[in-house]
């Protein structure tokens, strides 16, 4: 594992390649060393590209609304322009 393997995924995540957004959200789930160093490059090689990007976390009772929220607050973020993608955690 190396530089190679993470331009691989920096390429990837900057293309909006899902496949590759899949696998590098796997990789840096991972508890293995050496994923966890190949993690590390990858996320030094996006940062720099992150811009004006924005991370809001939604929680609350199941039947509050949540999805209902995320879904109305997406589109209405479309429709200004902007692109939305949405991690849904299940702790």
Do not use: C, N
Not at 42 to 66: T, Y
Request: aromatic content about 6%.
């Amino acid at each position: 594992m190396g530089v190679l393997e993470a331009d691989f995924y920096i390429r990837g995540i900057l293309a909006s390649d899902r496949r590759v957004l899949a696998k590098a959200i796997t990789l840096l789930e991972s508890t293995r060393p050496e994923d966890q160093e190949l993690a590390w490059r990858v996320q030094e090689g996006i940062l720099p590209h992150s811009g004006g990007a924005m991370r809001i976390g939604i929680s609350g009772a199941p039947g509050a609304g949540k999805s209902t929220f995320i879904e109305a607050f997406g589109m209405y973020l479309i429709g200004q322009g902007r692109r939305v993608a949405v991690l849904a955690i299940d702790p």
